[in-house]
Structures are given as structure tokens and as C-alpha cells.
């Protein structure tokens, strides 16, 4: 084999060269901030990112609604400020290190784009703007995805067979477009959280997505099937009413057609015999068919009690009413410490934040929550059971107030609380150093004696 002379030698070099700093500008945190001036550009026209200016702040870390995380963009929450513009979220194609994007809100027009390339999406809300075109194929990529809210758009075509791969899916809102075409499509395992309602939808809803409510399809004329009424087919194949004979021939005391004046034993006891089999035979299929899904459902209801339960802007609920895996609680209010510090906030506007969970622990789950004005809180959502010290609502209370008057420099304090009969939240201030589990196991920069950290479990009342 002959050698490489010295000429292609270098010019293998410099191919080597050009392709490392391609590799060293593509995924940097100063991409990021490129791709987010250009949206800027193109969708900012009411100056509402006014802050986005790099020679003030050069990196987008510290801009409005941005968030970041090991050197790149992980976050961008840009709700209500009034965006628009057909050409501008293609340009968010670009952040290929986003985790959360929510654009709701806004008058942001145009075709939803080719996402494919934030291969670590898990958060996409982009309801209530002017989007128009087809669902793109492409979204069925994301397959870290989560949560999906494309509602109150003017999307038509049908619903793309390719979001049946998006199989960790547990909110899809697809309601108020114009899309067509059946359902089939998006019978997916793990889904919680189903809208496909004021569209213009046909065909039978599948039997995997009967146990969805009829509001989940309402407004769509063409569709049928439990949870909505049957379709037409299955009404016209119904099995009509028997004919007065055939009820007569069937009845044990009727006379038999020869005009004898009764029935043999024989007959009357096999026909006794047939009938009672009929009806074992029916109550048997309607278990069968029943059973698993009762069953299901109940597994399905425990499971979700420990999730974090987002439709598309809050794990703790409805505004107005704290809700979780189908019930409602007693409103409470929030209740902020004396020597608490941070910005004041009543419990609507925490409803309305966008949340991100952070973890789980004994007590029960952390979130990350973003409010309206930017500003960030860590929430502790505590599980049913408490200790039997703080069983009451007075005994809580008092809990929180011995709580909120630890002070240490690697523990957070306790800014506020919630308590409802069975609704619990602890308010902190959001540190981004992490948790104590972090800095013990993986890689961090700050010493662990100078890093205020956010309590994994809240101490369990720190019992």
C-alpha cells in the first residue's frame, strides 16, 4: 500500500484542524447565545427581551427566562410577553442542550419546525399562539419527551403515526386545531393527560383509549366509541328484540306449537339448563373483559399518587384547587416565615409557574418552579403521610415554625408552606449547586463546607 505523500499528508491535517473547530464551536454555551440573539431578532418586537444584551451581560445564563446548566442552555420559559413572527423558533432548533422549552402564550406564527436536533427535550409547550401547517413528523424523535401542548393553535393535516414512538409521553394536548383523520395513531402506554377535543377528528376511538373522559374528544362530530356514543355500525349490527315466538318458545310455562296442554320435564329442564348456561357464559366475558381494566386502573391510580402529576404548567393542580391523581383538596393559603427571604407570592401565581421535578425522597418530591416574573423557588410537595407529631394542622404549623428557624450554612431555609387536609408543600429558596447527593457522588465545582444545599427529604420534619 503506497504512503501518503507529504502534500496529503498536510491536507489531511488541515481537514483535521477545521473539522476540531467545528466540533469546538458546534454545542458551546456561545452557539447558544447566537441562536438565541437570532430568535430575538426575529421575534422580538414589542422589546420585551430587552435584557438579552450580550455587551451587558455576555452570557445568556443571566438573561430573562433563560436558564443554564453545565456550561449550556437547558431552559427557556418565555410565556405571555406578546412574541411573534413566522420565521423565529426554527432558530431554537439550534439548542441542542435544551431540556424545557414553554413559549405559551404568545402570537408566534408560522409551521412548528424540525426539532430533532434537542434530542433532550422532555418539556415542549407551545399552546396558545397562531402555529399553522401540519404536526411535523420529526417530533417523534424527542424520545425523552414527556410533556407535549401544542393546544389552541391553527394546526390542521392529521395526527402524524409517528408520535406512537414517543413511549415515556404522559401529557398530549392537541385540542382547538383544525387536525383531521382518526386517533389511532397516539393509543400510547404511559399517557395520563389526553386532549384531542374541538378538532375536526373522525373514525373510531380506540378500546386503549376508552378510559380517557368524553371531554378528552368532545367537539369532533366525527368521532365515536366509548368514552363517546357508539358509532353507527355497531348500533345497526346490534341483535334486535326476539320475535313474540321465539320469547314464547324460550319460556319454560309457555305451551309447546302442537297445542299439547304442557311441556315434558325433559324439556322444560334443558331449557332451564340452557338458559342458566347463557347467562354464566355472559357474566364469565363480562369479568374477563372488565376485571384487568378495574385492576389496572387502581394500579395505575397508586402510581400516579407518587408522580409528579404536569398537565402543561403545574404539578400541584387547577388554579384555584389543589389536585392530584384525580381529587380535590380543601384550599389552604401560603403562609411565608417572618424572617423568610425572597419575593412574596400567593399560591395561584405558584400554580400558574412552570415546574421541573428535581428528585424524589422518603418524604416525598422535589420540583424546580419558575414564576411569572423570572424568579425561581424550590418546592418540597410532601407525601400523605406525616409524622404523627405534625397530624394536625396546628401541630404542622408549629413544625414550621421550629423548621424555619434552622439556620446553617449548608441548609436551605424555609421561606413558606402550604397546608391543605391533604396538600402539603414546603417552599425554599432554589440554590443551583444542588443537592448534598450531587456533590458526595458526581462532579461539582463549589466545596461542599461554602454550598448552601436544598434538602433531599426536608429532614422529614427532621425526625
Not at 442552555?73 to 405571555?80: A, D, K, S
Not at 304442557?262 to 369479568?287: E, H, Y
Amino acid at each position: 500500500m503506497p504512503r501518503p505523500s507529504g502534500s496529503s499528508t498536510t491536507l489531511l491535517l488541515l481537514l483535521l484542524a477545521v473539522l476540531l473547530v467545528r466540533g469546538a464551536n458546534a454545542g458551546s454555551l456561545e452557539g447558544d447565545a447566537a441562536a438565541l440573539a437570532d430568535f430575538r431578532l426575529a421575534a422580538d418586537r414589542s422589546g420585551a427581551l430587552a435584557t438579552w444584551n450580550a455587551s451587558a451581560s455576555p452570557s445568556p445564563c443571566g438573561w430573562r427566562g433563560v436558564t443554564c446548566a453545565g456550561g449550556r442552555v437547558t431552559r427557556l420559559v418565555l410565556e405571555g410577553l406578546g412574541l411573534s413572527g413566522a420565521d423565529a423558533l426554527p432558530a431554537l432548533a439550534r439548542l441542542d442542550g435544551l431540556r424545557v422549552l414553554s413559549l405559551k402564550g404568545n402570537h408566534l406564527s408560522g409551521a412548528v419546525p424540525d426539532l430533532s436536533p434537542v434530542q433532550g427535550l422532555k418539556l415542549l409547550f407551545l399552546s396558545r399562539n397562531a402555529l399553522s401547517g401540519a404536526i411535523p413528523p420529526s417530533l417523534g424523535k424527542l424520545y425523552r419527551l414527556y410533556r407535549l401542548d401544542l393546544s389552541s393553535n391553527n394546526l390542521s393535516g392529521v395526527v402524524p403515526p409517528e408520535l406512537a414512538r414517543l413511549d415515556r409521553l404522559l401529557t398530549l394536548r392537541l385540542d382547538s386545531n383544525r387536525l383531521t383523520g382518526g386517533v389511532d395513531g397516539i393509543a400510547l402506554p404511559r399517557l395520563q393527560d389526553l386532549n384531542v377535543s374541538h378538532n375536526l377528528l373522525a373514525g373510531r376511538i380506540p378500546v386503549a383509549m376508552a378510559g380517557f373522559p368524553a371531554e378528552a374528544f368532545g367537539g369532533n362530530a366525527g368521532l365515536c366509541g366509548a368514552p363517546l356514543p357508539p358509532c353507527k355500525e355497531e348500533v345497526q349490527n346490534a341483535s334486535p328484540c326476539p320475535p313474540a315466538a321465539a320469547m314464547a318458545a324460550s319460556s319454560p310455562s309457555s305451551k309447546p306449537p302442537d297445542g299439547k296442554g304442557k311441556m315434558s320435564r325433559g324439556v322444560v329442564a334443558a331449557i332451564v339448563a340452557a338458559d342458566f348456561a347463557v347467562v354464566g357464559l355472559v357474566a364469565g366475558l363480562l369479568f374477563c373483559y372488565f376485571w384487568p381494566r378495574l385492576s389496572g386502573r387502581r394500579s395505575d391510580r397508586r402510581h400516579r399518587e407518587g408522580e409528579k402529576i404536569v398537565y402543561s404548567s403545574s404539578p400541584y393542580g387547577a388554579a384555584g384547587v389543589v389536585a392530584a391523581a384525580g381529587g380535590t383538596y380543601e384550599r389552604g393559603k401560603m403562609v411565608f416565615l417572618e424572617d423568610a427571604g425572597g419575593r412574596r407570592f400567593e399560591l395561584e401565581e405558584l400554580l400558574r409557574a412552570s415546574a421541573e421535578m428535581l428528585g424524589k425522597g422518603g418524604c416525598g418530591t422535589a420540583y424546580k418552579a419558575v414564576l411569572d416574573d423570572g424568579s425561581v423557588v424550590a418546592v418540597k410537595r410532601l407525601r400523605d403521610a406525616v409524622p404523627a407529631a405534625a397530624s394536625t394542622k396546628k401541630d404542622f404549623e408549629h413544625h414550621m415554625a421550629v423548621l424555619g428557624r434552622l439556620r446553617h450554612p449548608n441548609i436551605v431555609p424555609l421561606n413558606a408552606y402550604y397546608y391543605a387536609r391533604d396538600e402539603k408543600l414546603l417552599v425554599y429558596e432554589f440554590m443551583r449547586n444542588g443537592s448534598l447527593f450531587s456533590l458526595l457522588h458526581g462532579k461539582h465545582s463549589a466545596p461542599l463546607n461554602s454550598s448552601p444545599l436544598i434538602p433531599s427529604n426536608t429532614c422529614c420534619f427532621c425526625c
